[in-house]
């Protein structure tokens, strides 16, 4: 039996409303975003960030381990090998989220082997904003939120390491395009007799439906949300 990490049971219909709602106060919140800017401090929808305006502002002696820069060896082709600073590294990730969540976010459905692989990117961004000193602390709040909601998905603990985190969604995206390479090539044949990796690999695709259905809606709203303002500052 072929096991695939970050492979996790369909939460409950519950779970799920809980996550939307959750989801819905984030949008409701992120319309008025401009709005936000313009009122005093106490107002901010953020906890630090009333007190810490910039990364550099906060002594990491002060801050929660989710706001702390971790050193990662990022799975292999994840970066090109000429993205070798945090800051090189902080762009092709935003351009990723970019391209894939916000301009990209109306092929989701049809390509979730992308979706899922590149919620690691999301994470990655993240992760290397943490290394930059000049970051908005309000801009890291919200996007921890992001992707806090993105993990939910997948059944990701909101508390582990943004490698962790990174490695699951990555080997569950390149299962999933191995079972969409596989499924692609079997419709083209008329007769075609499965073999037992393929029948496995779509059982686990079926499987993975119903919970990619709630990692789409979590992935296009969080990241648009939160990460489409950011995006145009790393560009």
């Avoid at 799920?16 to 106060?25: D, M, N, S």
């Avoid at 000429?82 to 989220?97: E, I, M, P, R, Y």
């Avoid at 806090?148 to 990701?156: C, G, K």
């Avoid at 990692?215 to 790393?234: D, S």
Wanted: hydrophobic share 40%.
């Amino acid at each position: 039996m072929v096991t695939y990490p970050g492979l996790v049971k369909f939460k409950t219909a519950s779970l799920v409303i809980k996550i939307l709602i959750f989801l819905t106060f984030i949008i409701f919140s992120s319309s008025n975003l401009e709005a936000a800017k313009k009122k005093d401090k106490e107002e901010k929808d953020c906890t630090y960030c009333i007190k810490y305006e910039n990364l550099s502002d906060w002594p990491e002696s002060e801050r929660p381990e989710a706001f702390i820069y971790e050193k990662i060896d990022y799975p292999e082709k994840m970066f090109h090998k000429n993205h070798k600073t945090s800051k090189q590294k902080q762009g092709a990730a935003g351009k990723k989220v970019y391209a894939r969540f916000v301009k990209g976010k109306g092929e989701l459905n049809k390509y979730q082997h992308h979706m899922i692989r590149d919620m690691a990117y999301f994470e990655a961004l993240f992760n290397e904003m943490l290394n930059d000193k000049n970051a908005k602390v309000e801009t890291l709040e919200g996007l921890k939120k992001g992707r806090e909601a993105m993990r939910m998905s997948l059944n990701i603990s909101p508390k582990a390491k943004s490698s962790e985190a990174i490695l699951k969604f990555w080997a569950t995206g390149k299962m999933l395009f191995v079972a969409y390479k596989k499924n692609k090539k079997k419709k083209k044949k008329k007769a075609k007799e499965l073999t037992p990796e393929i029948a496995e690999r779509a059982a686990v695709l079926a499987s993975l439906k119903k919970q990619i259905a709630t990692a789409k809606v979590n992935a296009q709203r969080a990241a648009t949300i939160k990460a489409q303002e950011k995006i145009e500052e790393v560009k």
